[in-house]
């Protein structure tokens, strides 16, 4: 099995770094010719507005919604997440229209400047009892979720900050920044079911 990380920018060696670690194999992808052989696909952290105006440029924000409209997994984390909002508020003059793939609407920057990142123990439905190390930088928040979408995580003040819709996840954090690896299991979950179940 072969799960994609976007790496036009952003924060994805981290992303295959754990996905190595957990004996799948991971990819950069830069090419739409690339998403044939994909189980999954992750978008990284980073800057969305960069990442926008880049998979334009390469054709890789059409190839992503025609995958998604096949049912590939796809993993937004936090300028990911926002790439694949229906909806984003404080996007800033020059920010492209995003992918409109989930359901929510997603706050860009929402927990102000890059000084005010920070790592909370939060608690995921479907990840078991034990609280999982969530790291925020300069993160966006999830203002709102309309079904199919589901609510997977809230900050202790209730602030959406992970959703589940179908095949699609998004998280405002960074689970590939923390030493727990349960995020990236639950992908590589919904990449094997999704496998077994296309047709070839
Ligand atoms: N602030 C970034 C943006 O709006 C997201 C930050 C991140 O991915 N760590 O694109």
Redesign the pocket.
């Known amino acids: 099995m072969k799960i994609g990380v976007l790496a036009m920018q ?2 994805f060696a981290e992303h295959i770094a754990i996905l190595n670690s957990l004996g799948v194999e991971a990819v950069e992808v830069r090419r739409v010719d690339q998403f044939d052989e994909l189980a999954g696909l992750i978008i990284p ?5 960069t990442m926008l105006k880049l998979g334009d440029i390469y054709n890789i924000n059409e190839q992503i919604k025609s995958s998604a409209s096949k049912g590939m997994p796809i993993w937004g ?4 997440a ?1 790439l694949l909002a229906a909806e984003v508020t404080n996007t800033g003059p020059n920010m492209p229209v995003g992918l409109g793939l989930m359901r929510m609407t997603v706050r ?2 929402a927990f102000g400047r890059q000084v005010d990142s920070f790592e909370v123990k939060l608690p995921v439905e479907g990840l078991g009892c034990e609280p999982f190390p969530a790291v925020f ?4 928040l999830i203002e709102n979720v309309l079904p199919p979408a589901e609510v997977m995580a809230r900050l202790g003040n209730g602030t959406i900050v992970a959703v589940r819709q179908g095949n699609m996840l998004a998280t405002s954090f ?1 689970p590939e920044l923390s030493l727990d690896a349960r995020f990236h299991r639950y992908f590589i979950g919904v990449a094997e079911t999704y496998l077994a179940q296309k047709p070839n």
């Open positions: 952003g924060a952290g980073g800057e969305s507005t984390t936090c300028a990911g926002i860009r920057n930088i300069r993160a966006p960074h």
